[in-house]
């Protein structure tokens, strides 16, 4: 049953039709607080579809830096739960370098939280959201080109041992 399921997922996540909305709605919770990586999703509707490559990379990056901007405003109306943290070096760091700091809203466990704190110190929305742009579409471009490049025989083989270690799991 589960496996059908996680085959059915896949099916759904690779069709044309749903492909890149599938890529805008990962793209944009995984740049929310909620522990997901979009850069899978991307590299599978550009592997199924390589004529996909510009437009999922420029849907990735536009659901990535919406969420990055759903950060910001959280943190914009989050004053209190950040109170007491106001005396960290991460406080002086932003205030210091303003929203260029918003480039490294790419790195996976800092960025997010950067975009959240970000918004928490005000810094100006539409320069933080244009630098939060920029960094998440170098991130998913130069991930994408590199994924690309590694051989199918690789990935035929990765998805011969995860089937093997699913059958002996299930």
Same mark, same amino acid.
């Given at each position: 049953m589960i496996e059908t399921a996680v085959f059915w997922l896949l099916n759904l996540l690779s069709a044309p039709a749903v492909g890149l909305s599938s890529v805008f709605v990962i793209a944009f919770?995984?740049?929310?607080?909620?522990?997901?990586?979009?850069?899978?999703?991307?590299?599978?509707?550009?592997?199924?579809?390589?004529?996909?490559? &510009?437009? =999922?990379? %420029?849907?990735?990056?536009?659901?990535? *830096?919406?969420?990055?901007?759903?950060?910001?405003? /959280? @943190?914009?109306?989050?004053?209190?739960?950040?109170?007491?943290?106001?005396?960290?070096? &991460?406080? =002086?760091? %932003?205030?210091?370098?303003?929203?260029? *700091?918003?480039?490294?809203?790419?790195?996976?466990? /800092? @960025?997010?939280?950067?975009?959240?704190?970000?918004?928490?110190l005000h810094l100006p929305f539409w320069p933080s959201l244009g630098y939060m742009a920029i960094g998440k579409f170098m991130r998913y471009l130069t991930m994408t080109a590199a994924l690309l490049y590694v051989p199918d025989s690789f990935w035929k083989g990765l998805a011969d041992m995860v089937n093997r270690f699913w059958h002996m799991l299930f």
């Open positions: 919770v995984s740049a929310t607080l909620v522990p997901l990586g979009s850069e899978p999703a991307v590299f599978a509707v550009i592997k199924a579809n390589p004529a996909m490559f &510009w437009p =999922a990379i %420029l849907v990735a990056t536009l659901g990535n *830096t919406l969420g990055g901007a759903l950060d910001y405003f /959280i @943190g914009y109306r989050a004053k209190v739960a950040f109170a007491k943290e106001r005396k960290s070096r &991460w406080f =002086a760091w %932003l205030a210091r370098y303003g929203a260029k *700091t918003m480039l490294l809203s790419w790195v996976p466990g /800092i @960025g997010d939280p950067l975009c959240t704190l970000g918004g928490w």
